[in-house]
């Protein structure tokens, strides 16, 4: 894989637990978080707007408790 050009999620601050997001030259969303970066999830854009938004709109609260 060539390098990426991680972002760090805005909401990850300077805390411990960070994800990072890259897109990928076969234009595949990328991510991975700070503790374990070597095992990365790759994403449509699509997929991955669509997994955004159902979280922002409580879809998976229940998984939380």
Partial sequence: MSALDWQKSSYSSE???CVYLAMAPD???K???SDEPEVVISSSPDVL???LL???AGEFD???T
């Fill in 27 to 29: 234009l595949s969303v």
């Fill in 15 to 17: 805390s411990v637990n």
């Fill in 49 to 51: 707007r669509a997994l």
């Fill in 54 to 56: 159902g979280v922002k």
């Fill in 62 to 64: 229940h998984l939380a």
């Fill in 31 to 33: 991510l991975r978080e």
